[in-house]
């Protein structure tokens, strides 16, 4: 039997991403630093994705923000087979054509996982340029498709769903698989509100990927950006993905989290092992350096506790987007609940109990007989609140005595019914005990 | 706690609807014969609901037959309270306001469970005459909405969401308590291509109708009509009903079973106890009779078991559209193959393999562990072909042996592989021994 | 040959609608007194329509306001024939079978004009109760459509494309030209946003109604609503109607005025004698009263002069939705500018110059050589700002003299060029001295 | 005051266009041929315009046809300043940098006016190089915008909204001034079925180069490709263009001459002096040289007399799409019938009649008194029948006798009708003697 990418990834992916902070511009420093303190810090809880997000190849990344985040017709690091390299100004440890393979080995070395962002396609440089593709005859410009681009990112052409173009696929992986990769986040290759009447133009490309994996020898974790992906496209990404975004880029704005929970209604049941639909990205802490806006984010404790709530009740993967050398205990305090982390684990039956404008609730039990009931309510009201949830509506018995995450505090059923005073925009969790 | 609606059918409903031969004709003689033949050829497999379809309310129903089906501004059989009764012509037993009582009292003597359709709303001939709305001071006309009709159905007006509104579907519930109803198959309340940009314009009605059987204190299964159901708004129905349409009206048509590919591979990861995704009617054997196009049905056998297949591997309800007293054994032999009926179990876990132009995979496994596997191996081609599968798409070993269901054959994996020949549009199912 | 309906009306109608002040509250009394202010005060000007707005027929019109607008299921006034009838407690001229005919005679002795509004269709009362159609053998039932129903109005059921239909339209102009109609609102028979993917659905009953004006051997004037009408059908309304609506219903909102300058550039080359694309009516002076509303208009005096302004050089009919009774002088000299009543003439060729989100411009020439050049200047900001217009926009010369309409004055060219310094929502029309 | 556009084309153009025959492959020697061909046998009927069409600056262009038609990441010939140049082995004369202007010379010699296809933007291979930009301190890939791309052809990318913008399409058009084009076909700029949701999403680019017509000195005709245009744009195409295309690319197919027809119904009120919906170019005689597939048109004479009459009677451009050096008699006798270019004056009012499956008729009349009425009898069925038109339909009196243009007969109206029994497909025209 070939690999099964389920296997890759039994439970959602818990890591970091650069991305947050560092828009285009982070280096192999920063990377370490923030590997290291994951190690130290974060890696008990279960966080040890290391994940380098877009445009690691660009030179002078950043140098013209804030008018250009992406520099149009420059020249990237690239090796003489069109494939994109570290620009080892910012990466040192990958000249002489190591690419990331020191660096991987470093984070590994910590006990950690390593992932990248990559553009879907074949570099437009490469293909004006006609270099050459591994293990081919033909040249970039003869599997790029002049006609598909990213419509928000200047670096790439599609690549043509040929055996050539396979062949490049198959070489970047093996690439990957050679620097020690372990997991990568392909960008401009799911839906996006960006491609009218096109929601999921690339399903060549995802399975070409997808079959390069499989060759590749490596069980790389596969996530599919951007958003929001279309539930009548769900058996195609659990064939072929792991990750896939439900969402627009998730940035920390209200609006944007009451969003997510429609999101997370539509997606609930299509949580399983290697399976995981994704909520984006944990805009905590300090974020925004790279933009040329670094600040503490503009979600309130309250709503940074209400997203850790959702994300874990509905079983997303879970990518920090802080700066973590920077991090204030309080944040920390975010990641480290294990009683909430404990839900994430995919083989849970979960459930939206209730949703409408001033609250919602949600239910998770094990499958198996004597499984942990857990309920989370949210406030949806700009102002405190009283938010409940009854037997009635859960169709089963509420434990004698629960406990409630966040607070630690017990509490217990009252004629089958549970109420707590939340402030606005906040979440309670309760477990049975 | 209150009635978990989940708990009304644990699995996916099987059983017999009028419509396919009757169209709006069937009387009770009719509905008993069928009955009859039911509960002594096809209630030891599973199969226990007799449901009559739409208009049986109706006086002179199919009189203008072809050109019309649903004759306009006529009036119907309805009691002082603006409730329909059986036409009492059709149903003689319903003579003296006993409705449905004494047929529904017969067929539960058989060892068989009695299911109506109705028509969401209220008659626009009560709105009309102003008649009551029993436990409320209002008349029809007031909780009519006259902005609410059916597109293609010209007897009721929708009701307001308002509490008059609620006592009117609670004096329906109630009366249909009374009865002995088993099943309700509302219609013109689910989605539908006819509504266009209003996939699910009644979203009230359905909660009102929820909540009518939650109070009525007796378990009435809710099966909502017509579809194709937006699984955008799959948790709505799974929180309020147990079967929802996922396709246009299924008849018998190779287009359309092609197309009910589609509708269950989106679906698959929605079926579990309580919460059934309905692939329609089987418009098997003697059919069209009420249509003035009585005819042996247009699918081959061979498609009627592409049919059957499919319908069971994804956990669809199963409602035969057949007459059954002109029932031949061939057709018989299609409901009554335990191994298939086996895998209606929507404890189990159901998976499309593989899906293109030529042909479509699916397995099925149990939760627990030791559990057999199944596959369906279908060609959709118009001619014969090999259909294969191999453990690197299963991503579970093949047992030593499985069984065949339609053939009993037994088949044993070669090099991780089976594959079988198959008729045009036909099917293999096969099961770990 | 037969009647041209371009013969009709051969400039832009130009009278007053009960709707703006009165709702569907209006009475023959009330409907005199306007007529008598308009004869004597606004006919001179061209002012010579009186339209009666929607459920003249109905009962206790109004009495269920602010709740209901129109109520629904209720009995209206119909003759034997299912042709409704004015309700007699409001037309008391009505009695006796004798409908509008004097009324008419009335308003026709002032010199005026008479229009009535219409729902498309047959009474749902009649259908109901199966009444008769006048020259067939048919009953109201057997031409209504069941499933053909206005969204917003309970009283009609569309009537179905057949000889029995078209005899129906046929038996109601033919009544409506035996009292002496001169104008015909049709409305639910135009494009809504309401119909959701279906912008024209009603062809088949704007013919009919079309053709039987054909008939009925008077030259009554069509005008179709609501709106807003896809250009998409322009040629269908120019070959069957001599008004149809350009917008939803317009009110005394600047949004919607700003909105109108969209319209009046999508439709600017339809304009042409018997064919109007209508900008709606003008809810000037007092408005409201029937809606439990009654207030001065929202627009400004200059708001008020930017209406005027644009739907004369757009030639757009003109109805006044003021009770005219309470009219003080300013808004009446809204009405009586001569010069700018000039531009309605359809013969003339108008032009959108620019357009954006500061100001418009429009021009306006007659087609024979020598003919007046006419421009109108409009600031869309919200506060005081020049706006200007070249020769290099209109491509002809600017004469050497102008006369702005409103103010009087008169403005020379500065370099082929012409500012006007305008009040916020202002408006200056410039003609050639 | 600056140049009218309008003035630059007052009737709609007539010529000849290199696409339908010779693709992407047509050489100087083939224009050459086709100019003198015109010259000689149809100037005298007004026939004026030489187009070559697409990439005239491509290098080995058409070498890789059949597979593909726009060989994507070539190099093409271009000057220092990014400014595309004439193949130099296709182009002889355009050696030296004089680019088109002896070509230019030479077909002004013979009476005739020249025209050329471009591509909105600039090319991808100069912002890839970063070539100059003349008149500004700017470089290619700064003014390009590396989202902006053609859906079906590989050259250029679409050029930024900004003052060096601007510049660049102001020296592009100071250059074609200076060779002597009277004509522009700029292609991926108008609105396109291959755009969804951005039916004219280059409005901002039409506008630079209208500016920098105005600009350069020259009264060069601008025509916008490819189609269908929108209505609800037809005020924008009317101001910045003359010609604009109302379809898709049409060819020799009955299907696309039969949905012209919708196209002529949508646009009749919007020809005028200077502004031309376009119903694109004449595929008759031979074509497809270019393309791998020299044919005979696939349009029987007699639907190529139907593409003439609607194409005169609307108002449409005239483009031939044949090889001139090519054409036989009976093809030429479609381009030379004088009554019927005739009716080509955009001052003439123009009217659909009647259109339904089986037939259309328009009708055609001078603006002024005493002018000569047309009117064109269409067959749409696929077999002879009868087409007629009364004086009820027209409203206006029919002459004494007609001249039926195509057969030189002479009619006369019976009981103020006309009856033609035309073969299938066919057309008829008539014109008062």
Redesign the interface.
């Known amino acids: ?2 690999a ?1 990418k ?1 296997q890759f990834a039994l439970t959602p992916p818990m890591g970091w991403n650069s991305y947050d902070y560092y828009d285009t511009t982070v280096n192999e420093a920063e990377v370490r630093a923030n590997a290291e303190y994951m190690a130290s810090h974060l890696l008990p809880y279960g966080w040890n994705y290391i994940v380098i997000d877009i445009e690691w190849y660009a030179v002078n990344a950043g140098s013209q923000r804030p008018e250009v985040q992406y520099i ?2 420059a020249k990237p690091a690239m090796d003489e087979y069109s494939r994109l390299q570290p620009d080892p100004a910012r990466f040192p440890s990958s000249a002489g054509g190591r690419g990331f393979g020191p660096l991987a080995d470093y984070i590994h070395s910590l006990g950690l996982k390593f992932g990248i962002h990559i553009m879907r396609g074949v570099p ?2 490469a ?2 340029l ?1 270099t050459k593709v591994l293990g081919t005859g033909v040249t970039a ?1 003869q599997i ?1 498709d ?2 598909s ?4 990112n ?1 670096d790439m052409y599609g690549v043509k769903n040929t055996p050539e173009g396979q062949a490049y696929y198959d070489s970047l992986l093996q690439m990957y698989a050679d620097w020690g990769i372990d997991y990568i986040k392909c960008d401009d290759i799911a839906a996006s509100k960006l491609y ?3 929601p999921l133009f690339s399903r060549a490309e995802i399975a070409m990927l997808h079959r390069a994996i499989e060759k590749c020898g490596r069980p790389i974790v596969l996530s599919l950006s951007p958003g929001p992906a279309s ?2 496209d ?2 195609f990404y659990e064939e072929n993905a792991n990750l896939w975004r439900v969402s627009d880029d998730f940035w920390d704005d209200w609006k944007a989290l009451l969003h997510m929970f429609e999101y997370c ?2 997606w ?3 949580v399983s092992p290697g399976c995981y639909p994704d909520c984006d990205m944990l805009p905590f802490g300090i974020v925004g350096g790279g933009f040329k806006d670094e600040r503490h984010t503009h979600f309130t404790f309250e709503e940074q506790k209400t997203v850790m709530s959702l994300w874990c009740i509905f079983g997303s993967p879970l990518m920090l987007g802080a700066e973590m050398t920077k991090m204030d205990p309080q944040t920390e305090s975010l990641l480290t609940n294990r009683d909430l982390l404990s839900l994430l684990d995919p083989e849970r039956f979960r459930r ?1 109990v209730r949703r409408n404008a001033d609250s919602a609730v949600w239910m998770s039990t094990a ?1 198996q007989a004597g499984g942990r009931l857990a309920v989370a309510l949210f406030n949806l009201q700009d102002q405190e609140a009283e938010v409940s949830v009854s ?2 509506e ?2 089963v ?1 509420l434990p004698a005595q629960m406990k409630e995450c966040w607070s630690g505090t017990h509490v217990c059923p009252v004629n ?1 019914s549970i109420t707590r005073k939340l402030p606005a925009h906040g979440a309670a969790v309760l477990i049975g005990c």
Chains 1, 2, 3, 4 share one sequence.
């Open positions: 039997m070939s099964d389920n149009p017709f437009r440089y293909a004006h006609h410009d790029a002049a006609s681009i990213c419509p928000w200047p009218p009447g096109y539930i009548e769900a058996w209604e539509l609930q049941r299509h939206q499958r037997e009635d859960l169709f018995p089958g």
